[in-house]
T-cell receptor, first 114, second 114 residues
Framework: GESVGLHLPTLSVQEGDNSIINCAYSNSASDYFIWYKQESGKGPQFIIDIRSNMDKRQGQRVTVLLNKTVKHLSLQIAATQPGDSAVYFCAEGGTGGGADGLTFGKGTHLIIQP | ETGVTQSPTHLIKTRGQQVTLRCSSQSGHNTVSWYQQALGQGPQFIFQYYREEENGRGNFPPRFSGLQFPNYSSELNVNALELDDSALYLC?????????????FGPGTRLLVL
């Protein structure tokens, strides 16, 4: 797959506010997108995914938006809590049916201010 | 917790040595993918194993090799270690193998090459 990148390396938000983390992707043929959360010293933790036939998907306190026209993905976290502090990665699943693995961006470090 | 386990948690080797890392997949999953994560970067896809066969490979040299066993656990072998091989090695398990399914990551093995 082609590169997947994030717009900002660090995002600082107040506890209780909503957070929005953005991601741009370049492979217009990609059909699967995933957000992972990685805490220090741990492996990436699945948050939410979305396929290219959808433009919005909601989970518990999280929403992923997909804009295929501008090749943009975002993760919205409602009512941010201290436990949300982590590095967030968007990842792109290529068109090889999974066998070509996931392509990750560099990550956004979300910092929660008390 | 994802149910994906990896061993060892940490490892120190010297340049030129060989290393074997192990991964046990989540119950019910038949596919294991391996990733290398350098410090401050997103994970990079090494290869994927499905039903004991290499199913796909990223841009890594042949000295990175693997195995998958009948119980779907997997090994990553790296020969002729180089300093740049120092990284967190992650395995992820998923079901399907033939289509893009959610990959669940283990905690990783941190390898230091001196």
């Amino acid at each position: 797959g082609e590169s997947v990148g994030l717009h900002l390396p660090t995002l600082s938000v107040q506890e209780g506010d909503n957070s929005i983390i953005n991601c741009a992707y370049s492979n217009s043929a990609s059909d699967y997108f995933i957000w992972y959360k990685q805490e220090s010293g741990k492996g990436p933790q699945f948050i939410i995914d979305i396929r290219s036939n959808m433009d919005k998907r909601q989970g518990q306190r999280v929403t992923v938006l997909l804009n295929k026209t501008v090749k943009h993905l975002s993760l919205q976290i409602a009512a941010t809590q201290p436990g949300d502090s982590a590095v967030y990665f968007c990842a792109e699943g290529g068109t090889g049916g999974g066998a070509d693995g996931l392509t990750f961006g560099k990550g956004t470090h979300l910092i929660i201010q008390p | 917790e994802t149910g994906v386990t990896q061993s060892p948690t940490h490892l120190i080797k010297t340049r030129g040595q060989q290393v074997t890392l192990r991964c046990s997949s989540q119950s019910g999953h038949n596919t294991v993918s391996w990733y290398q994560q350098a410090l401050g970067q997103g994970p990079q896809f090494i290869f994927q194993y499905y039903r004991e066969e290499e199913n796909g490979r990223g841009n890594f040299p042949p000295r990175f090799s693997g195995l998958q066993f009948p119980n779907y656990s997997s090994e990553l072998n790296v020969n002729a270690l180089e300093l740049d091989d120092s990284a967190l090695y992650l395995c992820a398990s998923s079901s399907g193998g033939g289509q893009q399914e959610t990959q669940y990551f283990g905690p990783g093995t941190r390898l230091l090459v001196l």
